[in-house]
């Protein structure tokens, strides 16, 4: 994939992290030229973090510039990065303590295709419109992460539900929100947020058929690529629903502060 693509790409990412904490109670997004800083305000370390910006004149200065952002709010947090040469962060910014933090995150595309395949039997799929709905959705969407599900009207709220590129879709069993999905459209690209479901009803195709709604969904935006951050979980899903593999976002922890002495 081209620069220009993956800079798009980067973008959406970027793009949707703003907006999820622009709508929050608690979140704050602050970006400069070397950095974009994405904070919930609450301690979940994903969801606090520096996205570092090429071409990374001074990274020491950057990572420094992202720790004491978050030093006084007292949060977990990373650096992310996307490099072809994934290791030139590392390297460089070794020697001030950071690490790696486990696996890359793998970043997949797909073209927007024409036409999508049908949900299973006894799913139905809803864009989300109607406040009841909306709780649902949130509900669903944090369980479904293992994030405190009484967070979720803090960020999955009306303020977003109102933003003109944003699409949330429920898929419904008896009436009960059981999988979701979100839409970020940014120009040509269609970023897919949110694919979750409840554990008592995932190996059904639910997340599969809330993935192919919102990349349906991109077609209202003229977009082109379908592009999302999978997990563990869903990678496989999507590379067989044909998601290609474009590119890896990649993360840098602090070491964990030494524990205080007991003198006592």
Known sequence: MNPHALAALDANYLDANRIFMAVSDSGEYVERRDVALACCGLPVQLLNFGFLKPPWPDLAATADAVRAYFA?????????????????????????????????????????????????AGLAIREVRTPELLAGFGATAFRGFGYPEAMAPRFLNERLLALPQVRLYAGLVDGAVVSTSMLIASGAVAGIYWVATLEGHRGRGYGEALTWAATAGGREFRCRIASLQASRLGRPVYARMGFAHVLDYEHLLLPEPAPTPNVS
């Open 72 to 120: 006084p709010r007292r949060l977990p947090f990373q650096l992310t990065f996307r490099d072809p040469d994934a290791r030139r962060p590392a390297r460089a910014l070794a020697p001030a303590g950071w690490r790696e933090a486990g696996d890359p995150t793998p970043g997949m595309t797909l073209a927007v295709p024409d036409e999508v395949p049908a949900p299973p």
